[in-house]
């Protein structure tokens, strides 16, 4: 079956989480978490010579938007977990340098 299998359940997950969401003021249905879903499965996107460009000049900025200290909480754990730092931060969304 594969992994189209699961893409087809966690989009099932997504839209049942948007049906509740409708239903009762408990459930939220969080903008990151739809980003997540269709950067993970747009063609072309996961390419290795392609992802670290996007992810610099686009989807950061965007990640960013979506949960405010995104990249903060990234860095922290890139520091704790691999002792690495960024050597680029990426692109402000509010356009300051």
Do not use: C, H, W
């Not at 900025?61 to 990426?90: C, D, H, T």
Request: hydrophobic share 40%; proline share 6%.
């Amino acid at each position: 079956m594969g992994p189209g299998l699961g893409s087809i359940a966690d989009l099932g997950d997504l839209i049942l989480k948007a049906r509740d969401a409708g239903l009762s003021d408990d459930e939220q249905v969080r903008f990151s978490e739809l980003f997540n879903f269709a950067t993970q499965n747009l063609p072309y996107v996961n390419l290795f010579y392609v992802r670290p460009a996007l992810d610099f000049l686009f989807l950061n900025s965007l990640r960013e938007v979506a949960s405010p200290g995104a990249y903060r909480r990234q860095e922290n754990r890139r520091r704790k977990q691999y002792g690495q730092r960024s050597l680029v931060k990426p692109l402000d969304p509010f356009g300051a340098f």
